[in-house]
């Protein structure tokens, strides 16, 4: 069931399969084996998770503290309390946790620490009270009736056994205790003894005697028997006393024996498994050394056939590039060639159109030679006119008064002066609508090489307004700027 539910089952199957496994060695009492399995069932269950399963983790510590304290390894119990008490309270389970510090005191005591097991005996009872539980809260005062009767404290005994016989809820109407807390008369049988009570002491230990408690009920009968100074009874109960402990430890040998044996099987069974899991890991790991192997065998294939399918893909495509550049070049060739013919026609073409084009420049050329010769001819019809205009200008330049002013007239004869003369600057002066009259005036004196000064006084401004025209004319018919190079552009469009 347990190899069943490691395999296939959840969580809580398997903590369950392990605690089942653990009640039945407990039963057959191998310890050892108990105390394995319900460790493999606490293993089990996840804490981390939400959903654990508090309710079952705190029984499997319960049961282990069971085991631990039947075993006298006491500090094992302590640490299983501990936990069995973490559990209960985290799964809302006051009661059981209650129990669980109930279980710490002799624990506590059998460590050795008396006074903490009272405190914590005391704190148990109050916490019952507190929960409402007094009854059961009464029932952990044997452990204070018994340090108080060893301590010699019958006044402190008295008040605990009158609270434990009148609120446990353990004793009927004829004050007998229930079936199973019958050890309860030694400790009373012990404190009437302590009072000097003899007759009720030896009533108690007598009664212990029907229970089987032989051991308790003859060394309690002894003590009565030596207070009393009986011989006879004396010899008599020491015998018995003897013959209980003898029981006691024929019982304790054959519990031992019975341990060692469990301990023994449980050690072989453990070389056992422990000779399994080693030979398992060794099988583990000679498969994963083939997995492995395997895999790498497989990885190398793989890698092989990619390589090689990658290197036929590449001499693949190396072979279209290679295809698809010879194409390329042969339709490039082709296009050259086709283009270099084209060139060849254009160019004879263009040769053509440009000698046609010179002989067209050379007849313009002669042409404007045959105006400029005529232009010469008229030149020489006015010369005698021109140099009439020009002296009475010059005249006027640096005159004064009203007499060296020129007359509109003046101006006209100047104009017309200028058209004969220089026709070509004539031409690109008028082609500009937007030339102002002192612009077109300035132009002609700077044509005839008059001075800024000269000007001013024939234009009646001044030599910065004549500047500042000769600039603006510069500017608007040659795209120049500067009032200097104005003469020198005029010239030069009239030899152009």
């Given at each position: 069931m347990v190899d069943y539910y490691e395999s296939k089952g959840t969580s809580n199957d398997k903590m369950e399969a392990h605690y089942l496994m653990g009640c039945i060695y407990r039963d057959q009492m191998e310890a050892p084996r108990a105390i394995q399995s319900f460790q493999e069932a606490a293993d089990c269950v996840d804490t981390l998770n939400l959903d654990c399963d508090y309710s079952a983790l705190f029984r499997i510590y319960a049961q282990m503290e069971d085991i631990f304290e039947r075993q006298n390894l006491w500090n094992k119990a302590y640490e299983a309390n501990r936990l069995f008490r973490k559990y209960a309270l985290k799964n809302g389970s006051q009661k059981e946790a209650l129990q669980a510090e109930e279980m710490l005191i002799p624990i506590l005591y059998c460590l050795g620490d008396t006074a903490k097991a009272i405190k914590h005996a005391e704190s148990c009872a109050r916490l019952y009270e507190k929960c409402g539980l007094a009854n059961q809260g009464s029932r952990v005062l044997p452990l204070l009736i018994n340090i108080c009767i060893k301590k010699g404290k019958y006044a402190e005994a008295k008040h605990y056994m009158q609270i434990y016989e009148t609120r446990s809820g353990l004793f009927n109407s004829d004050g007998d205790i229930c079936e199973g807390y019958e050890a309860y008369y030694?400790?009373?049988?012990?404190?009437?003894?302590?009072?000097?009570?003899?007759?009720?002491?030896?009533?108690?230990?007598?009664?212990?005697?029907?229970?089987?408690?032989?051991?308790?009920?003859s060394r309690g009968l002894l003590?009565?028997?030596?207070?009393?100074?009986?011989?006879?009874?004396?010899?008599?109960?020491?015998?018995?006393?003897?013959?209980?402990?003898?029981?006691?430890?024929?019982?304790?040998?054959?519990?031992?024996?019975?341990?060692?044996?469990?301990?023994?099987?449980?050690?072989?069974?453990?070389?056992?498994?422990?000779?399994?899991?080693?030979?398992?890991e060794k099988n583990k790991k000679v498969i994963y050394i083939l997995m492995l192997a395997l895999l790498v065998v497989i990885c190398l294939i793989v890698f092989l056939r990619k390589s090689y399918q990658k290197?036929?893909?590449?001499?693949?495509?190396?072979?279209?590039?290679?295809?698809?550049?010879?194409?390329?070049?042969?339709?490039?060739?082709?296009?050259?060639?086709?283009?270099?013919?084209?060139?060849?026609?254009?160019?004879?073409?263009?040769?053509q159109q440009r000698q046609m084009k010179?002989?067209?420049?050379?007849?313009?050329?002669?042409?404007?030679?045959?105006?400029?010769?005529?232009?010469?001819?008229?030149?020489?019809?006015?010369?005698?006119?021109?140099?009439?205009?020009?002296?009475?200008?010059?005249?006027?330049?640096?005159?004064?008064?009203?007499?060296?002013?020129?007359?509109?007239?003046?101006?006209?004869?100047?104009?017309?002066?200028?058209?004969?003369?220089?026709?070509?600057?004539?031409?690109?002066?008028?082609?500009?609508?937007?030339?102002?009259?002192?612009?077109?005036?300035?132009?002609?004196?700077?044509?005839?090489?008059?001075?800024?000064?000269g000007m001013a006084n024939l234009l009646q401004s001044s030599p910065a307004s004549i500047s500042n025209?000769?600039?603006?004319?510069?500017k608007r018919l040659f795209g120049d700027k500067g009032a200097s190079t104005l003469y020198y552009n005029m010239v030069n469009c009239s030899l152009s």
């Open positions: 030694e400790l009373k049988g012990l404190y009437l003894l302590g009072v000097h009570k003899l007759d009720s002491a030896e009533y108690y230990f007598r009664k212990l005697m029907k229970y089987n408690y032989i051991y308790q009920a003590a009565v028997a030596n207070a009393r100074s009986n011989v006879m009874d004396m010899h008599k109960y020491a015998l018995l006393c003897e013959q209980g402990m003898d029981k006691i430890l024929q019982e304790n040998h054959a519990n031992a024996v019975l341990q060692a044996s469990s301990m023994y099987q449980f050690q072989n069974l453990q070389h056992e498994i422990m000779k399994q899991r080693v030979t398992a290197h036929i893909a590449y001499r693949q495509k190396k072979w279209e590039r290679l295809n698809d550049k010879y194409l390329l070049l042969s339709n490039e060739m082709n296009q050259l060639v086709l283009k270099q013919n084209e060139i060849k026609d254009t160019y004879t073409n263009s040769i010179i002989e067209s420049l050379q007849e313009e050329m002669q042409q404007y030679k045959e105006k400029i010769k005529a232009i010469s001819k008229s030149e020489r019809k006015f010369k005698m006119a021109d140099h009439a205009v020009l002296a009475k200008f010059k005249q006027m330049e640096f005159s004064c008064g009203k007499k060296a002013v020129p007359s509109e007239e003046d101006w006209s004869e100047l104009e017309h002066l200028f058209v004969s003369s220089f026709p070509l600057t004539y031409e690109i002066i008028s082609k500009k609508k937007e030339t102002l009259l002192l612009e077109f005036r300035v132009c002609m004196l700077t044509r005839f090489q008059f001075s800024n000064g025209a000769k600039s603006k004319a510069n």
